[in-house]
């Protein structure tokens, strides 16, 4: 292999420069000293939406999309999900190595002790109506966290920051229970400490007047590895909402609160709820066909296909849909599941998906899985805000300890009006073109 470095010539002036290569990347500031003049600001890099531009290094989460690779700190998700916890795999996240078993007791002690939140957060829920969207109480209540923590802001303090970390993997399941609670009219289930982390999710969720909730344990096992795949997806757009939003140094109640806002969104978390909607709408396996044929015609997307870095296959996918069979063994086959199978079969047979390299995504299958544990469509962007609590802030940490970040702030190209001149009241009446 040749010298590590990239040669570029300027034709705008016949200079030439050389740039150094690291891990496949060139520094994007290597370029501002291209320049016309002296004066020139120098050259920048254009890429909406960072198809193209890393914008960290990270030891946390690796994929290699053409392949259909994804490893957490190194370890396969297809190992993790068949043999480790959440709560396991939240350690390994977070502090890099699997725990031992004195670790991991000390760690699910810590985890447990702080599910509870404070009795006014409870009744800041309260006052949502009665129909509110459990992910628009779920972003407002972490938030409103913040509050009732003001030395979380202490983000430099290492001992404060573990505090808060593991209060906010603790208390994400608390809030979303509530948060659904609350939408379906139902008194809060308070946190039974004695259940393991899924496990006392379903019991917040479902518990009505038995003295003990026992949660099934495939289904409680099903939740677990759900939780396992949605754990952390490297530079994601909520993951650079949290990063974004966290170089800011706030607290990290209020910063993951923005990197759920992000995640609400159809295009990401809420895709699984669009693909449940979109399923419904299709309601039998005739209509798959025409489906097929709006979505070729740019008139609707096929919901959870396509993702911006997996072009082979999105090995959570192949997970779930393995996990969906186990799944309905308890709770029945859901009837989605045929149209889903069969939009699969038609969308990987046909040419326009498969030049575009459109597999189904990690929520193609979750949202059927969801439906037949009994959650509603609205928990589904809740069920993936909770696990993904962790990735969120450990890439977050990651950021805040990485001596090369800064406040985040890109650069624009600037496509408005030059300088013109402000125009009176009066004469603003006859300008062409003025909106309505
Ligand atoms: N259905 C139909 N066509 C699609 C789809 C789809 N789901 N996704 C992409 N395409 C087409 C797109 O129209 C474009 O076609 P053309 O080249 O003719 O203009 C081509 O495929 C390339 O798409 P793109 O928009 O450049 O791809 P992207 O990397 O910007 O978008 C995506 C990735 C996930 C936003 C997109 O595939 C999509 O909207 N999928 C549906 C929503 C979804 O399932 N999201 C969940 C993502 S996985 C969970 C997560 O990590 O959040």
Excluded at 75 to 90: D, K, V
Excluded at 214 to 219: A, T
Excluded at 223 to 237: G, K, T, Y
């Amino acid at each position: 292999m040749g010298e590590e470095t990239l040669s570029v010539t300027d034709n705008r002036t016949g200079r030439s420069y050389e740039m150094p290569i690291k891990d496949g990347a060139v520094r994007a500031m290597d370029f501002r000293q291209i320049k016309v003049h002296d004066d020139d600001f120098g050259l920048k890099l254009y890429d909406p939406a960072f198809t193209n531009t890393a914008s960290c290094r990270s030891e946390i989460t690796y994929i290699d999309g053409d392949r259909g690779i994804l490893r957490y700190r190194g370890y396969p998700i297809e190992q993790l999900a068949a043999q480790s916890t959440y709560l396991e795999t939240a350690y390994l996240i977070l502090f890099g190595e699997l725990p031992t078993r004195a670790q991991f007791v000390e760690w699910e002690h810590d985890i447990t002790i702080h599910t509870y939140i404070h009795e006014n957060a409870k009744k800041f829920m309260d006052g949502f109506l009665y129909d509110a969207h459990p992910m628009g109480m779920l972003v407002s209540t972490v938030a409103a966290l913040s509050t009732f923590y003001p030395q979380s802001k202490e983000i430099f303090d290492e001992e404060d920051r573990l505090l808060h970390m593991k209060r906010l993997i603790a208390k994400m399941p608390t809030m979303a229970a509530f948060a659904y609670r609350h939408s379906s009219g139902l008194p809060y289930a308070y946190p039974d400490n004695d259940l393991s982390y899924t496990g006392n999710l379903l019991n917040m969720l479902y518990k009505f007047s038995e003295a003990k909730y026992q949660p099934d344990p495939v289904l409680e096992r099903a939740l677990d590895v759900l939780f396992i795949l949605h754990a952390d997806h490297e530079q994601n757009c909520s993951t650079n909402a949290m990063r974004c939003v966290g170089s800011s140094h706030g607290d990290p109640y209020s910063t993951i609160a923005a990197a759920c806002a992000a995640l609400y969104g159809p295009l990401h978390g809420g895709a699984n709820e669009a693909v449940l909607k979109m399923l419904t709408e299709i309601a039998s396996i005739e209509n798959v066909p025409k489906f097929v044929d709006r979505v070729k015609d740019g008139e609707d997307l096929l919901m959870g296909f396509g993702h911006r870095v997996y072009k082979n296959f999105d090995p959570r996918a192949s997970v779930i849909k393995e996990l969906a069979h186990q799944v309905f063994e308890v709770t029945g086959r859901n009837p989605l599941l045929d149209i889903a199978l069969e939009l699969e079969r038609i969308a990987l047979e046909d040419e326009y998906f498969i030049e575009r390299k459109l597999y189904p995504n990690v929520d193609f299958y979750s949202g059927i899985i969801y439906q037949s544990m009994g959650f509603p469509v609205s928990m589904f962007p809740v069920l993936f805000a909770i696990p993904r609590t962790v990735g969120w802030i450990a890439q977050w940490q990651e950021m805040l300890l990485d001596e090369e970040q800064k406040i985040a702030r890109p650069r624009q190209i600037y496509v408005g009006h030059d300088q013109r001149d402000y125009i009176s009241w009066d004469r603003r009446e006859s300008r062409q073109g003025a909106v309505a």
